[in-house]
T-cell receptor
Framework: EAQVTQNPRYLITVTGKKLTVTCSQNMNHEYMSWYRQDPGLGLRQIYYSMNVEVTDKGDVPEGYKVSRKEKRNFPLILESPSPNQTSLYFC???????????FGPGTRLTVL | GQQLNQSPQSMFIQEGEDVSMNCTSSSIFNTWLWYKQDPGEGPVLLIA?????ELTSNGRLTAQFGITRKDSFLNISASIPSDVGIYFC???????????FGGGTRLMVKP
């Protein structure tokens, strides 16, 4: 089944404790991106990747890192999480930047 | 970054009613997309619009790409309980590599 998977789905952590949210797609898509969703603000793009080893900042990249060592994986790294990073995070992938984006199921992160 | 103003923020309607929501921007977009998010899930694409003035239907859903390329609307006819969810508009510029999302419209349908 073609899909985008994220892990974990739920995470509660404390300020400053490094964490990684994984994202994987099995559709051989070149374009992948990370969004955060906050009430009233819609989805805001954190980082995106046009292809392997090519990543770029989105609208709200501060406090996040990403890597794209393989086509299928695009992990989101929070080196030192803070409470304002409490949010619902979505990974998405598409064939190219103009194509339909397929979203993962979301990761709800709470930083205490 | 660019902003999309989506309205209304929420709607509570009776089953069978028609629904209309829209997005406006101060920037020009070359692609408009409408997504629906069910509770606990990621957004799913409903309709994609690629040309100014384009009117596209998907079942009971109809969306239009504004002639100025700065707005779009989505209509849902004869709403049913499973239409409940959050609807997002999103825009993509020709040169851009990022989708810009509206703030969402939360739709609630009373049976």
């Amino acid at each position: 089944e073609a899909q985008v998977t994220q892990n974990p789905r739920y995470l509660i952590t404390v300020t400053g404790k490094k964490l990684t949210v994984t994202c994987s797609q099995n559709m051989n898509h070149e374009y992948m991106s990370w969004y955060r969703q906050d009430p009233g603000l819609g989805l805001r793009q954190i980082y995106y990747s046009m292809n392997v080893e090519v990543t770029d900042k989105g609208d709200v990249p501060e406090g996040y890192k990403v890597s794209r060592k393989e086509k299928r994986n695009f992990p989101l790294i929070l080196e030192s999480p803070s409470p304002n990073q409490t949010s619902l995070y979505f990974c998405a992938s598409s064939l190219g930047r103009k194509d339909e984006q397929f979203f993962g199921p979301g990761t709800r992160l709470t930083v205490l | 970054g660019q902003q999309l103003n989506q309205s209304p923020q929420s709607m509570f309607i009776q089953e069978g009613e028609d629904v209309s929501m829209n997005c406006t921007s101060s920037s020009i977009f070359n692609t408009w997309l409408w997504y629906k998010q069910d509770p606990g899930e990621g957004p799913v694409l409903l309709i994609a619009l690629y040309k100014a003035g384009e009117l596209t239907s998907n079942g009971r859903l109809t969306a239009q790409f504004g002639i100025t390329r700065k707005d779009s609307f989505l209509n849902i006819s004869a709403s049913i309980p499973s239409d409940v969810g959050i609807y997002f508009c999103a825009g993509l510029t020709n040169a851009g590599n990022m989708l810009t999302f509206g703030g969402g419209t939360r739709l609630m349908v009373k049976p």
